[in-house]
């Protein structure tokens, strides 16, 4: 690996890792995980599957939160501290960045996805009174989300400003997680027109459901080996994509 990439990488996860917005996302994530014991005894018998899904959509939606909270803003903060110059320079290619970004991106967001799960799986083994390692299925494949997650927030900080990368990315996933039931609804009751367009987007864009196995995992459905590596396969390739893009738009941004 480049020593220009991981350079741009460790600055990423220490500025990360400082950020008051990594401690108040991980100590919520925290409230959020014990909070089911609270709502698991209102639950008629459910604490276990409560505690569960809570504990997952916690891990999930927060660290997703971090990663576009801070992905969207990594140029536009370069910009304002003038380093794009350097970054932009022929001894620091554009790739360099966007790839060790990345890295340190998905160090602290991996580093939020493993103290979450290991409280998850402290809660509900003293909840369910037994250890159950297939929670670990749905976090990896959330993994597999977030890796295509950051790597479009970076794809976003190259096109726009922090709050429109932000809206724009949170848009992309609801689509991602919704494309599958727009499309049937605009099937029986859209236009035209808005069947196109939602045509468009289901193929697209990346399903972002191939990814969610939390309903899964809570009822005891197994998930096939051969599914895992599927889904991986499939965020990887959307994530090398958006990454390549990213590069693209960089090299031919003008910094004045």
């Known amino acids: 690996m480049s020593t220009k990439v991981m350079a741009f990488a460790k600055n990423t996860y220490k500025e990360g890792v400082r950020d008051r917005l990594f401690l ?3 100590v919520f994530g925290l409230v959020a995980v014990i909070s089911s014991f609270i709502v698991g005894p209102l639950s008629l018998g459910e604490q276990i599957r409560i505690t569960q899904d809570i504990g997952l959509a916690a891990i999930s939606i927060l660290c997703f939160a971090v990663a576009v909270l801070v992905g969207t803003g990594i140029v536009y903060r370069e910009v304002e501290r003038r380093t794009i110059y350097t970054i932009v320079a022929k001894p620091v290619r554009g790739w360099h960045f966007i790839l060790g970004k990345f890295l340190g991106l998905n160090a602290i967001v991996g580093l939020l996805v493993i103290l979450m799960a290991a409280l998850l799986l402290a ?11 297939r929670l670990l299925v749905a976090v990896l494949l959330t993994w597999f989300e977030l890796l295509l997650l950051t790597s479009l927030s970076i794809l976003m900080s190259t096109i726009c400003s922090p709050i429109l990368g932000a809206i724009l990315t949170f848009l992309f996933y609801f689509i991602g997680h919704t494309s599958a039931d727009l499309k ?9 027109m808005i069947k196109a367009v939602t045509a ?13 196995v939390r309903a899964k995992i809570i009822h005891d459905v197994d998930v096939e080996p051969s599914y895992i590596a599927f889904a991986g396969a499939y965020a990887l ?15 031919r941004k003008e910094y004045k």
């Open 184 to 192: 049937e609804l605009a099937a029986r009751f859209g236009s035209p």
């Open 24 to 26: 108040m996302v991980g």
């Open 200 to 212: 468009v987007l289901y193929y697209a864009l990346p399903n972002l459901e191939y990814l969610n």
């Open 123 to 133: 809660v509900n083994t003293i909840v369910s009174k037994s250890f159950e390692p």
């Open 237 to 251: 390739l959307y994530t090398i994509a958006f990454l390549i893009l990213a590069v693209i738009f960089l090299n």
